[in-house]
């Protein structure tokens, strides 16, 4: 069974950077991720924190990655 999500955090004058994500015993992964403005005269960063279920997948089968527009992809087998 595949589990893939998606979210765009980002934009043209946002960049976004995975902070971490770790994954517990009980299955449950945690993504951090930090939004700033490219600009230095935009407001400061935001911290966002997302967290899946993913009771039943190995954490070695989960990959988390975040592009340079912003996109947060996570896939697990």
Same mark, same amino acid.
């Given at each position: 069974?595949?589990?893939?999500?998606?979210?765009?955090? /980002? /934009? $043209?004058?946002?960049?976004?950077?995975? *902070?971490?994500? !770790?994954?517990?015993?009980? /299955? =449950?992964? =945690?993504?951090?991720? &930090? *939004?700033? $403005? =490219?600009? &230095?005269?935009?407001? $400061?960063?935001?911290?966002? *924190?997302? !967290?899946?279920?993913?009771? /039943?997948?190995? $954490?070695?089968?989960?990959?988390?990655?975040?592009? &340079?527009?912003?996109?947060?992809?996570?896939?697990?087998?």
């Amino acid at each position: 069974q595949e589990f893939r999500r998606e979210y765009f955090l /980002g /934009g $043209p004058h946002h960049e976004c950077r995975l *902070v971490r994500n !770790t994954m517990d015993a009980a /299955g =449950r992964l =945690r993504v951090d991720v &930090e *939004v700033r $403005p =490219r600009s &230095e005269n935009s407001l $400061p960063s935001n911290s966002h *924190v997302l !967290t899946f279920d993913l009771q /039943g997948y190995q $954490p070695k089968n989960v990959n988390v990655r975040i592009n &340079e527009k912003g996109l947060l992809k996570i896939n697990a087998q």
